[in-house]
Every structure is written in structure tokens, then in C-alpha cells.
């Protein structure tokens, strides 16, 4: 691999319209703390948003700006800071990086906007802990600092198949937190606002699943590295219009490309599934390595978490139970080894790259024998690289290129 070899990313276009919808966001949230027009809730990724978003928070998704610590590698600033205060170097880095961000007063959002002055402080927490533990740990270190009520669903984990009666306790926890919600917003519960939020976010969802699946198409019109910044929008803003209209802009832009034949990878030879999480520090710099390699990365768990199919507006509380309990993260082995043959077969992938994260097991699907069970079954080689979400001294740059290349050589080989 020459080294002054140049590749460039190529550019998708609707980014500048990403970047105001991502901005317009900030500044809503920003807003509500300043004037305070609005509560605010801070709310888990997969959690029950949609119901926050019906009495009128502005919600903020503390995992949302984990990544963005990780994004502008400042992370490893923040970690040893909240490792001082107890957190293990060991747990989510999310939660690491962001208590740690959060203990320094500092924050990429107040050097990306200027008018940002600092994550807004919460009135209420709410967490599910359909993903982790580290959830629920999370926003309880905030509420025990900044003495704001923390409550939650604890979702089952490691679910086959998802019966009623879990779907009936789940929705039952749902309601729980209506008197609670009530309370702290001011606002009483209305049924066909949270009905209008839930059919947005469906909304969403379906734009999102179909931005996803243009990758279906040879050459890909996008990469992984490229939707993992595309999917801001279905994380942060997934129970409004907003959201619905960009993708659209975006999905016709990926038709025009697929239209062309102009994918994101000249001269795509390869075919990539990306399991396990981003490092979202070195998004930029494995995306130029895989051009190089002629190899795109095509699909992803990580980006299909944000799809739900299942939200129903006629039937909001149990859809929505649904919807957050069949996610990939929170089922069984058998699960999630059905699923991935799927996705390998879908997106016509010839290899699957494994991301063994520190300091999330509960993203590392490595660790039981799935990478073994798939060669065997599918008939594809996978690699695993070990790394971490936002813990760059996880990561060996040099050791995952070396594996990378090795890998596809042996796909040459075939
Ligand atoms: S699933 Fe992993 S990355 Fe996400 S909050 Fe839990 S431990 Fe952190």
C-alpha cells in the first residue's frame, strides 16, 4: 500500500443541509435552557423520546454528544477524568468521556456554535435499559450532581422471540412515567399529540430504512463511515417533520447516484457488514483506507438500530414497547446471528468485519463464537478488530490496518 497515495472521500452533497438540520437542533435545545420556555429531558438513544417530545421537552441524548466526543477526539481528555471520580476506564466510554466532559464544564458544541454556552441541565432523566446497564448508571451519576429525578424502563435482555407478556409489561412501564412527566412539564398528557410524535418517528424511521437500503445497489452510493454521521437526524430528531424532509433530500441524492453507477468507493471490488460500533474518532481515516482498498463498507448493525419499524400511532404505548424491545442489542445470540445472515445476504456482502469495542460488550458480538458460526454457515471470511468506541488507547491504528489488509487479500484469494 503506497503511502503518498491520495484518495479522496467523495462528498454527498445534502451534507450542508445535514449540518444546518444538526445546527437548528442545537440552537432549539440551547434555546429552551436560556429562556426557559421549555423543560428539558435528557433521554437515553433508545429511549422513550417520543413521549418526552409529546409534553414539550427539548430533549437531549447524552449519547448523542458521547459521539460527538468521540468524533472530535477530545474524549480521551475527558475519561480519565470521570475514572477519578470512580468510573472504570473499563465501562461504556460514552459514559466516561461525557461525565468527565461534563465535571470539566467543557463541551465541541461551544466550539462548533458559538452561541452554544454549555449542554443544558436537565429537569427531568429518563433511561431505558433495553441497550445496558450503563444507561441507567449514566444518568444517575446526574441526577445524584445535579439532584433531578432519574426514571426508566428496564427492558428484558437477551429476548428470542418477543412474547405479549413482554410487551404488556414494558407498555406498563411506558405509562408509568406519565404522572411523573406530568408533573415535571406542567403539561397533562395528551393522547393525540404523543399519537402525532409516534407516526413522525415512524415516519422517520421508514425514510431512514430506505436511505439505508440504497446500499443494496452495486456500486454503494454511500459508505458506513458516511451514514454513521447521515443518521444524526433519525437519533436526535426522529419524532419531528425535520427529520422526515432531510431525508428525503438525501434519499434522492443516493438515487441519482445509484441512477449514475457513482459509488462511494471507485472501483468497489469488495463488499463489507460492519458489526459492532463505530470508532468514531477514526471515521475519516478508515474511510480513506478502505477506498484505497477498493472496498466498501456497505451495511452496518449500528446504523440499522435507529430503524423501527414497528412504531404504530393507533396503538402508541405497546408499539412503542415493541418497537424498543425487538432491537437488535437487546436479543438473544440466535437472534442476532439470523439477522446478520440476513443482512449478508441483502446487501450481497462478501465479508464481515467484526469491531471487538472495549469497553462495550454489549456491542461486540464477537465474544460468543459468532464470527466462527458465520464463516462456517455463509461461506465468508470475517476479521475482528479491537478497538473502542471513543477510548482511542483501545485502538492500534497500525494492528487494525495490517488485519484489514490481510483480510482482503484473503477475499482476493477466493
Ligand atoms: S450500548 Fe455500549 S456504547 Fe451504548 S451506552 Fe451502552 S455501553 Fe455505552
Redo the contacts with the bound molecule.
Keep these: 500500500m503506497g503511502e503518498e497515495k491520495k484518495v479522496k472521500i467523495k462528498k454527498i452533497q445534502s451534507g450542508g443541509l445535514l449540518k444546518k438540520v444538526m445546527a437548528d437542533y442545537f440552537h432549539d435545545l440551547s434555546d429552551a435552557s436560556k429562556d426557559g420556555s421549555r423543560k428539558v429531558a435528557w433521554c437515553t438513544s433508545v429511549g422513550p423520546a417520543e413521549l418526552l417530545l409529546s409534553f414539550g421537552f427539548a430533549v437531549h441524548y447524552p449519547?448523542n454528544h458521547g459521539a460527538v466526543l468521540g468524533s472530535t477526539r477530545t474524549a480521551n481528555d475527558y475519561i480519565p477524568v470521570a475514572n477519578a471520580v470512580g468510573y472504570s476506564p473499563d465501562i461504556?466510554s460514552?459514559?466516561t468521556s461525557d461525565v468527565g466532559a461534563f465535571i470539566k464544564q467543557e463541551t465541541p458544541l461551544s466550539r462548533a456554535y458559538e452561541w452554544f454556552d454549555g449542554v443544558p441541565k436537565p429537569d427531568i432523566l429518563v433511561y431505558n435499559t433495553n441497550?445496558?446497564r450503563?444507561?441507567e448508571d449514566w444518568l444517575n451519576w446526574y441526577s445524584r450532581e445535579l439532584n433531578v429525578p432519574c426514571i426508566g424502563i428496564s427492558t428484558y435482555r437477551n429476548l428470542g422471540e418477543i412474547r405479549d407478556y413482554h410487551l404488556e409489561g414494558i407498555a406498563g412501564q411506558i405509562k408509568d412515567l406519565v404522572p411523573t412527566l406530568e408533573e415535571i412539564s406542567g403539561n397533562k398528557f395528551d393522547m393525540d399529540k404523543f399519537k402525532s410524535v409516534v407516526a413522525c418517528s415512524r415516519d422517520c424511521t421508514l425514510m431512514w430504512k430506505k436511505v439505508l437500503e440504497a446500499n443494496e445497489n452495486s456500486p454503494a452510493p454511500m459508505t458506513f463511515f458516511d451514514a454513521t454521521i447521515q443518521m444524526g437526524p433519525a437519533v436526535v430528531l426522529r419524532g419531528s417533520e425535520k427529520a422526515i424532509e432531510y431525508y428525503k433530500v438525501l434519499l434522492k441524492e443516493l438515487e441519482d447516484k445509484v441512477a449514475a453507477k457513482d459509488g462511494a468507493v471507485e472501483d468497489e471490488k469488495f463488499r463489507l457488514y460492519w458489526e459492532g460500533?463505530p470508532i468514531w474518532g477514526k471515521l475519516r481515516n478508515l474511510a480513506e483506507f478502505f477506498i484505497e482498498l477498493k472496498t466498501a463498507v456497505v451495511a452496518s448493525t449500528y446504523c440499522n438500530s435507529w430503524i423501527f419499524d414497528s412504531f404504530d400511532p393507533e396503538d402508541p404505548f405497546t408499539s412503542m414497547a415493541r418497537a424498543y424491545s425487538e432491537i437488535f442489542?437487546a436479543r438473544n445470540e440466535q437472534f442476532k446471528q439470523n439477522y446478520i445472515e440476513e443482512m449478508v445476504a441483502k446487501y450481497k456482502v462478501d465479508g464481515i468485519l467484526f469491531h471487538d469495542a472495549k469497553?462495550?460488550p454489549?456491542?461486540s458480538n464477537n465474544r460468543y463464537g459468532m464470527p466462527e458460526r458465520l464463516e462456517k454457515k455463509l461461506g465468508i471470511p470475517s476479521v475482528t478488530i479491537n478497538g473502542d468506541?471513543n477510548d482511542l488507547r483501545c485502538y492500534s491504528e497500525e494492528q487494525a490496518k495490517t488485519n484489514i489488509e490481510a483480510f482482503v487479500e484473503q477475499m482476493e484469494g477466493k
Design positions: 449519547e461504556c460514552y459514559l441497550q445496558c450503563d444507561v460500533m442489542i469497553t462495550c454489549n456491542n468506541l
